[in-house]
């Protein structure tokens, strides 16, 4: 309940406080904040509408008295009644118990407080994991819409797989990566993260344990963990995950699976080596072990094109592909896919039909439109020239203000850089102080509960202005920070 | 594995059982057949690929003798080796068991069934569930694209509750029914299915009972029981759901949720009444018990506008309200909606941050272009005039070919007919028989395992020149079946 989509308005003669009272008593009466709802602090209220709190204070002391609003200790404002229920003797269905007993964990806290941050008016998004708008290509998808195109748009329920003319194309665009598969070996899916929910909910059973990268994205996200799975990371180093110790851990913590961004991995940046993937596919046939291979990145490298996935040489069909736009077109489309052996296909296509019944028939077009044409690959072009100056300049950045402090390595392609700093101060202290002035960060405990010294770095999202003067200030900060503590 | 999406070709020079052994070969050695796949039977080989039976057995033996294939005693044709596996000493990954062992269910045969049958050349699909090809709006859909739109289509991640102009749209569109709702109560889905999805997995726990109506399209698709919930069917008669007994089922077998579709229900066609409408939120409220209405077919009345939503009174914030544009506009746009208590919709949006990262941008941008443009009343208009002619031919044809054998109700909106059969015949044999002659039925059992005796008519697919020839070939198929009985 942070982004109220409302703000009184300053002009009109009604009171600012009048008109706060009005608006929560409407969300009350209109059964939008029932009976039980915890209503937001009297500081967030102020922020969120631009008042002083002596303002909130006067509308919610007023709707007190009115016996709609009540302070409950440590709880907070909760809303105790509604004009409609003033005689009701029951106590009303009690909301609360239904969020909280829901299955699926809701994310991180600090995953939470970024997502609202990143609403915030002026906010610079340091470590954002998305193409900047300007680098979305808004001119070339109005091109792909107003050109005319022999497909008609298919308006009906898309095919369980997805629409066969985007297969098609998938599997030639995989081909000049090494990998041979035919379109009913593909299965389109509404970005990468839902293919993971997919396999979670569609190959593993409750307790099953995934091997995973350690750090790795899959930890920021409850995909696994809400089916009832768990993540075990094992250790990586320049080349990627290593072989020997998967087995290990297979050993010693049970491993149903391995999840790897082989590709300019989220989010230390790293890139596997050719031999380390050769290497990784023998120990997943030996140990007879499926691998998921998250490969989101791969098309964004910026010095030379990475070591072919190592789908392209899973023979024994013991990998699973993961693709998609959202990294280099447009997250918006909601569009990527999962190539794997037939019958795990059907599978998760029967899962998906069940859940959303498909993917969006105008984004499935659209992608379609994107491969066949070519101008998938002019546009990758045009991102990979200005990505790898981003990348140079923030590397610069880096040298210039955090000399000494951190230390990195230089990704060759995809958006992260991964920060390890060097003196011990309070992260969380530097996350809450670069919020109050503007700057977001991703800690790294997002992605490993012991990369408590990491900051994920992203020079994909924010300007170049904005990224001289986020890490110059930052800088400062930590400076401030190491100070304190001597 | 039913769509291979290949046939032979019957101008080429090479035989066509070396063709085939050629496509399976491929299959087996690019991994999208591992070993241990069972193959498409014999008999499905040949109806796919259109060849005769003794040109699959001889591809198959070959392969065989290649040492690639292996019969099982009653367990098929499976893939038991691969040319590059030839030396591996170990039992290859295993994919058959992580299939069967995932939590979520496969779809149930007869629905399997059903979802390929659909892609039959020529199948008449009496029971399809959506508008015909031909009613969807291809025309505005294009005019839509083309037109000059104030708005930029937003290519980045979709904010977590959707785009926020398509939810003001929402909110108006609402209002005309008598909801009253902003913006920041509103959660944009991938139709109504993810709706029932992330309420699933986001409000109740393993064991959660959910009460619906008796029979009803819920019990056709796992999203409750995959996720450890179950269903609890409760009669209704010609007014819709009966608040005593849900009370009473409630006591009895528990209720945590209760699901409804109070608008030309899905699959009987029942309209609810307004007493019933009222009576049944004094019911939830007195029994604490939270309702989501599901109001798809809403606007698709073709006699008079139905009683307003449970929602429309319920100052309460008990229901949880969901609609769609699937039934109306397009099933490809895969846009919904959910209206209720901002904390649930709060919830709700997280996990589906977490799952899909949100809807498609482009369908977003086109389902709000639809709303606030007039075009979707326009579209309605004619939608209607078309359904309702359908509809009303429907019935002369089932009085003319059905009387004295089965009975059913006028519907007066949405698609369907539930058409009971009077004498006691085989259904398994009905649906059998006419699949071989070409008709797609929807048996009665899908949607509630004691309807045995009924068929799910929808009018609103087949053309009627196919509705004709396919009611009266059943007429003669049911008559068979009945004088075969005697």
């Not at 809400?226 to 990371?233: E, F, N, P, R, T």
């Not at 180093?237 to 110790?245: H, K, R, V």
Request: proline share 6%; hydrophobic share 35%; charged share 20%.
């Amino acid at each position: 309940m942070k982004d109220l989509g409302w703000k009184p308005n300053r002009k009109s003669h009604v009171p600012l406080h009048k008109q706060i009272e009005e608006y929560i008593k409407g969300k009350i009466l209109k059964g939008e904040w029932p009976v039980g709802t915890r209503i937001p602090s009297q500081r967030q209220l102020s922020d969120m509408l631009e008042v002083n709190r002596s303002t909130v204070v006067s509308a919610v002391d007023e709707l007190a008295a009115q016996g709609l609003l009540a302070g409950k200790k440590g709880g907070g404002t909760r809303v105790i009644n509604n004009t409609w229920s003033v005689l009701a003797a029951d106590p009303p269905l009690d909301w609360d118990t239904y969020v909280q007993s829901g299955t699926y964990k809701p994310n991180m806290p600090t995953i939470q407080e970024i997502n609202r941050a990143e609403f915030h008016p002026n906010i610079i998004r340091l470590g954002t994991g998305e193409l900047s708008p300007h680098l979305l290509p808004h001119g070339q998808m109005h091109k792909i819409w107003n050109r005319t195109s022999n497909r008609q748009i298919s308006l009906g329920y898309p095919e369980p797989k997805g629409d066969l003319f985007l297969r098609t194309a998938l599997a030639d665009h995989l081909q000049r990566i090494g990998i041979q598969t035919t379109p009913s070996s593909i299965l389109i899916v509404s970005g990468a993260l839902q293919a993971l929910q997919l396999i979670s909910v569609g190959l593993l059973h409750r307790g099953s344990s995934v091997l995973l990268e350690k750090p790795s994205y899959l930890n920021s996200v409850h995909v696994f963990q809400s089916a009832g799975m768990k993540l075990v990371g094992v250790p990586v180093d320049q080349e990627g995950i290593q072989p020997s110790l998967v087995c290990k851990y297979k050993r010693q913590y049970g491993g149903d699976l391995l999840y790897i961004i082989p590709s300019f991995h989220n989010p230390t940046g790293i890139l596997m080596s050719e031999k380390r993937r050769h290497d990784l596919l023998a120990t997943s046939e030996q140990q007879r072990l499926p691998v998921v291979e998250d490969d989101v990145y791969r098309d964004l490298w910026l010095d030379n094109p990475p070591p072919l996935p190592l789908k392209s040489h899973d023979k024994n069909g013991n990998v699973l592909y993961v693709g998609s736009f959202s990294k280099t077109v447009s997250p918006g489309l909601r569009i990527g896919w999962i190539a794997g052996p037939e019958p795990v296909m059907d599978r998760l296509a029967d899962i998906k039909m069940q859940t959303d019944y498909g993917s969006s028939s105008l984004s499935q077009w659209a992608a379609a439109e994107w491969l066949s044409t070519g101008l998938y690959q002019d546009h990758l072009n045009q991102v990979r020239k200005e990505l790898k100056y981003r990348r140079n300049s923030t590397i610069k950045l880096l040298e210039q203000h955090f000399g000494g402090v951190a230390s990195w390595s230089v990704p060759s392609g995809g958006f992260y850089i991964w920060l390890h700093i060097i003196p011990s101060i309070s992260m969380r202290e530097l996350f809450e102080t670069a919020l109050k002035e503007g700057i977001l960060l991703n800690p790294g405990t997002i992605y490993d509960r012991d990369a408590d010294q990491y900051i994920r770095i992203s020079y994909s999202y924010a300007s170049l202005e904005e990224m001289e003067q986020a890490i110059s200030r930052l800088s400062l900060i930590m400076n401030d920070l190491i100070n304190r503590r001597e």
